[in-house]
């Protein structure tokens, strides 16, 4: 009783002992890739950390999924789906350093890992927002134009002239001209993918 954390989205920590499974999983964390040579019990506490964050997000729970993908990174800090998560959950936190860091490192390994086009494109996104919140206009501008150039313009037209995080930004003409070439993109694919 009376443990406290930073690291908490609610301030308290709770100590136990780690399971065998999990005691075993730790000590093999740098040996460990995400989907290849995981034991199946790796594979699965992975798995449900980012179920139950991305769960919290969906809820608004930041501060749950920013634990939850922390967990997720501190088991496997090559997994990009849990760095973009994370990177999610701290812009939502209005931690824009961590997000520009969190979302940077999943960029990176998604180069080197191929990683899907919506998937990259939500990564870029989710970096301009972050880099919207710290002032960083023309670095928002450019991971804008990144995102919708990794193939982002159909799930992403609408959401660039609601989004909070993008508002600081909003009346550049830069910005409009991104929101321009998003809807344009869409709609061309759109006619051609019925």
Same mark, same amino acid.
């Given at each position: 009783?009376?443990?406290?954390?930073?690291? #908490? $989205? %609610?301030? =308290?920590?709770?100590?136990?002992?780690?399971?065998?499974?999990?005691?075993?999983?730790?000590?093999?964390?740098? &040996?460990?890739?995400?989907?290849? *040579?995981?034991?199946? #019990?790796?594979?699965?506490?992975?798995?449900?950390?980012?179920?139950?964050?991305?769960?919290?997000?969906?809820?608004?729970?930041?501060?749950?999924?920013?634990?939850?993908?922390?967990?997720?990174?501190? !088991? %496997? +800090?090559?997994?990009?789906? @849990?760095?973009? *998560?994370?990177?999610?959950?701290?812009?939502?936190?209005?931690?824009?350093?961590?997000?520009?860091?969190?979302?940077?490192?999943?960029?990176?390994? &998604?180069?080197?890992?191929?990683?899907?086009?919506?998937?990259? @494109?939500?990564? !870029?996104?989710?970096?301009?927002?972050?880099?919207?919140?710290?002032?960083?206009?023309?670095?928002?501008?450019?991971?804008?134009?990144?995102?919708?150039?990794? *193939? *982002? &313009?159909?799930?992403?037209? %609408?959401?660039?002239?609601?989004?909070?995080?993008? /508002?600081? /930004?909003?009346? +550049?003409?830069?910005?409009?001209? /991104?929101? $321009? +070439?998003?809807?344009?993109? =869409?709609?061309?694919?759109?006619?051609?993918?019925?």
């Amino acid at each position: 009783e009376g443990c406290r954390s930073a690291a #908490s $989205s %609610d301030g =308290r920590i709770v100590l136990r002992m780690a399971t065998d499974a999990e005691a075993q999983g730790l000590s093999k964390k740098k &040996s460990l890739s995400a989907g290849r *040579g995981q034991p199946a #019990s790796a594979a699965r506490s992975i798995q449900g950390w980012l179920e139950v964050g991305q769960a919290s997000l969906h809820r608004g729970d930041y501060g749950g999924a920013r634990d939850q993908f922390r967990l997720a990174v501190a !088991y %496997d +800090d090559s997994n990009a789906v @849990a760095l973009l *998560g994370l990177g999610v959950a701290q812009t939502k936190l209005k931690d824009a350093q961590g997000a520009v860091e969190s979302l940077g490192r999943a960029i990176d390994l &998604s180069k080197s890992s191929r990683a899907p086009a919506a998937l990259v @494109a939500q990564m !870029y996104y989710n970096l301009a927002c972050a880099e919207s919140q710290m002032g960083q206009r023309r670095e928002a501008l450019a991971s804008l134009r990144e995102a919708i150039a990794a *193939g *982002g &313009s159909i799930q992403l037209a %609408d959401e660039l002239e609601t989004d909070p995080d993008l /508002i600081p /930004i909003r009346s +550049d003409p830069e910005f409009r001209r /991104i929101v $321009s +070439d998003a809807k344009l993109a =869409r709609n061309k694919q759109q006619r051609y993918d019925p």
